[in-house]
Every structure is written in structure tokens, then in C-alpha cells.
């Protein structure tokens, strides 16, 4: 989408029990940071002015303008005027019932909305990994000794599916880099949705009993724009996942 057509383009309402995912292709990014102030608040255009480049700005303030316009489509106008972050640093709209989720990569935002559970959502860039291998040693060991058994051509895309699956869980948890990336695994198959496979047992970390307190979840991988994985994970079962991708 072009930035000009951003103000005028009519963002989707999120059905009560489902969890709503919009996508944004931002085209000519850098003409993004200045069609976003409407939607954005001054703060985060103070955040958005300390990154070098600004297609960095342009995504954190799409991102933001683009979870404000859902919220404001479901909860009316005067919602979501600030965002609060989470000691954890995830962003949320006080006094609003629902959970949201951003994720930038490239030219895409991703956001998904939950009325009734911690929603998380993450898109991922394709990108040449010649790495993949090692950096199996840092996630579970299930997920290591699937993906090391794959054939060289199918590791790389198999491992970012693994990544945004996994990122999608921590966002949905919100607790960011503190969560272990070994406390949970995913399936790293093609299979599209219901890939959270198992949670290793830390009470530590708390995070085992944060996950299995929550049941089941919801968890599917989004088709999106080629070159890029994209998927979503929300603490509460069997939800209808709605998705659009605005153009
Ligand atoms: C924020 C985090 C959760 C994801 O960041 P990322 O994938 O690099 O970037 P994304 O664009 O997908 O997400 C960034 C957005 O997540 C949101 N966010 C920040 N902290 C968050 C948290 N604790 N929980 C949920 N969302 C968070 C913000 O909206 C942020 O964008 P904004 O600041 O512009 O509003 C980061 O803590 C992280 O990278 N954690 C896991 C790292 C890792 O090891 N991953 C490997 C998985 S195999």
C-alpha cells in the first residue's frame, strides 16, 4: 500500500471470538513516517525520530498506526490514545479488553488482535541463512534434532518456520527475551496450524506453568507475501483466526 491511501483505507473490525491478523505491504517505506501522524501519538514519534534509518521509523510507526486503527475499528474513536508497555516492554492500551500484537520485517507489518486471550504474532524476511545449522544449538532439543535431520535445501526455510512459530508463542506470553527458547518446542513440519508441540517442565522460569495454565492454544502460520513466514499463536483454543492483507 502506498502511504497516502493509509488514512482513507477502512480498517476490519475484529469479530469477538476470533483473533484478527492485518498485514501492511508498505511500498516506498520512507514516505510512511509522515502519513502515520494522524494515527500516531507524539511519543512514539519521539521513538520513532531516534532511529538512524528511517525505514526503522517507518516501521515502528506503521506498526503502531495500524494496531491503533484496529483498536479504534473494534472499541471506537476515543480508544487507544497511549499505549502502556509491559515490564516486559510489550505494548498495550489501557483500559481496552483485548491483546495485540505487532511484527515488522522488510516491508511487512503484521498485527493481530485478541478479545479474549495474549495473542502474539511474528513475520520474518526470508533471508540467505548460511548459519542455520548452528543456531539449532539454541533452540529445543526436539526442534534441533528435526531440523538437523532435513535435507541441506529444506533447512533454512524450515528454520525461520521454527523462529516465527516460536517468536509468535513469546510475544503472545509477552515476555520477550526473558523466556527461554528451550522451555517449549514447535513443530518444525509444514503442517499449518496446532504446531505447539511441548513444554518442558521450569518453574524457575515460570514459564511451563504460564503456558499449561492456559490449556491450549491457537497456533497457525499465516500465508503472506512472498519471502516471508508469518505466524500467530494466542492463548486460548480453537479460535477462528481472520486474516487480511491490505492493499
Ligand atoms: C520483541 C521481541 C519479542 C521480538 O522482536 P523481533 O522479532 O525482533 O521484532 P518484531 O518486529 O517481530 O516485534 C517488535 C514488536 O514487538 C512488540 N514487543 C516488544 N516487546 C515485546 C514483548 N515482551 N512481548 C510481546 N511483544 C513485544 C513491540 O510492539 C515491538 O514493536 P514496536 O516497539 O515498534 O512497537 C524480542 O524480544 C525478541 O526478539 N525475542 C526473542 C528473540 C529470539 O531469540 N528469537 C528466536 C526465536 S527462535
Known sequence: MLAQHFYNWRAPS???????CVGLELENIAEWPSHCEAHTTPQEQQEAGRYVHIEDAARHLAGRA????????AFGQDSA?????????????PGVSADFSISHSGSMIWVAL?????VGIDVERIRPLPDAA??????????????LSLPPAELQTAF?????????????VGMGLSMPLQ??????GPQESGWIASFTANPAQGTATMLDEGGQWTSRDIRTTDGYLCSVAAQSPCRDVVVCLAC
Open 66 to 73: 495500524l494496531a491503533r486503527r484496529l483498536l479504534r475499528a
Open 114 to 118: 485478541c478479545r479474549c486471550a495474549g
Open 183 to 188: 522451555s517449549f518446542s514447535v513443530n518444525t
Open 134 to 147: 548452528e543456531l539449532t544449538s539454541q533452540l529445543h532439543p526436539q526442534e534441533q534434532k528435526d531440523l
Open 81 to 93: 490514545a497511549e499505549f502502556a508497555r509491559s515490564p516486559y516492554g510489550k505494548p498495550f492500551c
Open 160 to 172: 525461520y518456520r521454527c523462529w516465527t512459530r516460536k517468536e509468535a508463542v513469546i510475544k503472545a
Open 14 to 20: 475484529a469479530p469477538e471470538k476470533s483473533i484478527l
